[in-house]
């Protein structure tokens, strides 16, 4: 495992300074389904990633939200689960919290992931059984403080009981979800909720870093999510740790409801 996340370390940071060759710099846009933007940084991105890793790990699968996806990465043992820039948003209009996002899955579990942010000059770095990592140093969840800070859609924070509710401070919105699950890890945010119709890119690399971190993401069963199988959508998922997580897991059940 290690070989695979230095192989992600490597190919990460390399696709990061892909992306800031057009950072800031006006690249072509276009949208998809009329709604999402996709720009030619995205798809250089991808491209690079594609090749790169697939010509390490050519046995590995493949699901990237840019590439059309197909059923002969079921096959496969492994597969690195991909999203070239996650916050697409964000770096179309300059902001610096957007990442490439990396993981390998097997078995529906992200066994390592690498979050490279290079608008920040921030790496994570995770792997099973083996810690969290920022620019080299471990990272933790925080002890939720009496007033917590909860990151995520208002319409889900809206479903949480109105005690806990009306004490909670605004968070900013932070439109790259990895980077949101990784401010759960690094101890930014106490806890986070992901909206319905989020896909195992979004989510793949960013879930190891926070169980590695001691926090977990789960769906409104209480199970975490699994990836890289014929289903890549979720439904409300909430991510935290300890007994606020516990405490605030119900709102996405009565979301859904």
Known sequence: MGGDLRLLEEAAREAGQIALRYFKRDPEVWMKGGRSPVSEADYAVDSYLRETLLAARPGYGWLSEETVDGEARLSARRTFVVDPIDGTRAFLNGRSTWCISVAVVEDGVSLCGVLDCPAKNNVFVAAKGRGSWLDGRPIKVRTPAQIPVIGGPKSIIDALPHGLRAKLPDVPYIPSLAYRLAMVAKGELDATFVKPNSHDWDLAAADVILREAGGRILNEAGKPPRYAGRQVTHG??????????????????????
Request: zero cysteines; charged letters at 20%; aromatic letters at 4%.
């Open 236 to 257: 409300a998922l909430v991510a935290g740790s300890g007994s606020l997580l516990d405490e605030i897991a119900g709102a996405i059940v009565e979301f859904e409801s």
